[in-house]
Each structure stands twice: as C-alpha cells, then as structure tokens.
C-alpha cells in the first residue's frame, strides 16, 4: 500500500463520495466502510482528509480515510495567517 496522501472531500452521497486528490491525480472514490471512527455522516465538501490509495472492486479507491486539522498559520511567514 501506498505512503498517506491528502485530499478534500469533493462529494458525499448515501454510501460513497470522491477525494480531490492534493497531488492533481484527479479524483479518488471511497466507500463509507473505509472511513475511520464514525466520520461518515460528519463530512462535507471542501473538508481535508489523510487517507491511503488501495484496491476497489473496480478500481483505486481510497482506503483508512481521517479528517485532518487545518493549520492555518504559515510557520515559515512568523505565523501570519494563511489565505
């Protein structure tokens, strides 16, 4: 399995959604079953996930999916707020 990637949600629906994939790699599918700790019902476009690439039925599909904190303080701008 592949080292963790970053994303943002891009879509929730019943069962399943889509990861924009931070990298540019496009879109990346999960299934609700591959989320940790309950977070399903909590996530919403936009929010940013750690998650790793693995093998769907038809496809790569994202896999042990967590929601990330957002620092929004750039520590390398003496921690001016990010944009």
Do not use: W
């Not at 929730?12 to 019902?41: E, Q, W």
Request: charge should be positive.
């Amino acid at each position: 399995m592949e080292a963790p990637k970053i994303g943002k949600i891009k879509c929730v629906k019943p069962d399943y959604g889509f990861i924009v994939a931070d990298d540019g790699t496009g879109d990346v599918f999960f299934h609700k079953s591959k989320i940790r700790a309950d977070l399903f019902s909590e996530l919403r476009p936009g929010d940013p996930v750690r998650y790793r690439l693995g093998q769907g039925r038809k496809g790569p599909a994202a896999v042990d999916i967590r929601r990330v904190s957002v620092d929004l303080t750039d520590s390398s701008a003496n921690g001016t707020p990010v944009a």
